[in-house]
């Protein structure tokens, strides 16, 4: 099966540098220099979608636009590509959830894709008037999924939960196909609701021993349910034409960063709840620590996998770095552990994808994971509806 491959849409803003914020850092973090316009949104997306990617990533919180909205209105920028909307299921109700999700199928067909964030930190779904723990939220989230799958699937829905009341309802419309549901988090409260949940459970990007023990953790917990999951990964990417040349572009997003301002980002990132956010702050500790952080090889901590990108950034902190041969070669090698989606971005987003396009895509058709230009006629194409296909 060939890959599933997915770019990342800055609605925070962009930049030739690292933009800082993200998952566990306070609104207002995330800032770049390209306005996060409608325009500009639309050039990465058209971008990606003519190198045959499946989909584009949006991301959800008080750090930046709407997910919703902003697909919304991508959607007609473009003819074939998905949207991965990244959304939180505390904030609305999982009936309405349901809806816009029908809704969206309705207008774009086979072109949505959803993305289950259980919920930020404590002050920020604070914000939004949610104040559940961390513990509670995945309880919810349980009982939204369980919602959501059966209005989906036709039926009338009552229930009555720990957490969430709804009674009789139902859709007026069933999106064709059924989104698909993608899962991440690396707590021991995660595994079983992406197990029973997820169609493919997402992590960051790690080392190649500890991606497959997770592979292998949620694979586990699916099989006790009779389910099976696909799996993915998200990473940042810096791809050139040689070795030399995509590590001195990391030592010049480096260069832009001063230790006052990796220090306020990291002091941010300590008090997150997220289980995989303190893994990625532990992946740059020690180069914190001893400062040799300034030099981007310090924080190598897997043949072609660096740590820089997570000293500012909230959420995924590593990126693959190295020529478009090396870069290809460890997308091979994660895809060996079970990996077939991987959502990828890069500073700038534009011209990052361009790179990846023009130079990495061809070299994974030669490894046989792609088709040419990164397109599959099977797997790298939105999901269609049963009309369609």
Known sequence: ??????????????????????????????????????????????????????????PTGAWCEDAWLTTAMLARESEQLAFLIAFRPGLISPTLAAQMAATFSTHAPG????????????????????????AARYVRCDEFLSIVRRLWAGEA???????LHVESAHLPTLPDPVPPLYF??????????????????LTWGESLDT????????????????????????????????????????????????????????????????????????????????????????LEIAPNLWAGVGLVRGGA??????????????????????????VFSGYPHLEELYWFGEGVLPQLARLGLTADRGVSDAGNRPFLPAAAR
């Open 211 to 298: 991606v497959a023990d997770k592979i292998d953790w949620i694979r586990g917990l699916a099989a006790e349910r009779g389910r099976s999951l696909r799996f993915g990964i998200r990473l940042h990417v810096i791809t050139r034409d040689s070795a030399d040349d995509a590590w001195q572009q990391a030592g010049r997003l480096l260069d832009t960063l001063g230790e006052d301002v990796v220090a306020a980002a990291q002091a941010g990132l300590a008090r997150s709840e997220s289980t995989g956010q303190a893994r990625m702050r532990a992946l740059h500790e020690r180069g914190r620590a001893d400062g040799s952080w300034r030099n981007p090889r310090a």
């Open 1 to 58: 099966m060939a890959l599933r491959l997915h770019w990342f849409l800055p609605t925070y803003g962009d930049s030739r540098f690292i933009v800082g914020g993200g998952h566990g850092l306070p609104a207002g973090t995330a800032s770049g220099d390209r306005r996060a316009s409608i325009g500009y949104l639309s050039s990465i997306a058209r971008a990606a979608e003519e190198f045959g990617f499946t989909g584009v990533l949006t």
């Open 317 to 342: 902190g590593t990126a693959l770095v190295g020529s478009h041969t090396e870069v290809a070669d460890r997308i091979a090698e994660y895809a060996a552990l079970g990996i077939d989606e991987f």
């Open 184 to 201: 991440g988090g690396s707590s021991a409260a995660a595994g079983p609701v992406a197990a029973t949940h997820a169609d493919v459970y």
């Open 111 to 134: 072109r949505l894709l959803l993305n289950v964030v259980t919920g930020g930190e404590a002050d920020e779904q604070r914000a939004y008037g949610d104040h559940l723990d961390k």
């Open 157 to 163: 829905v009552t229930h009555r939960g720990t957490h």
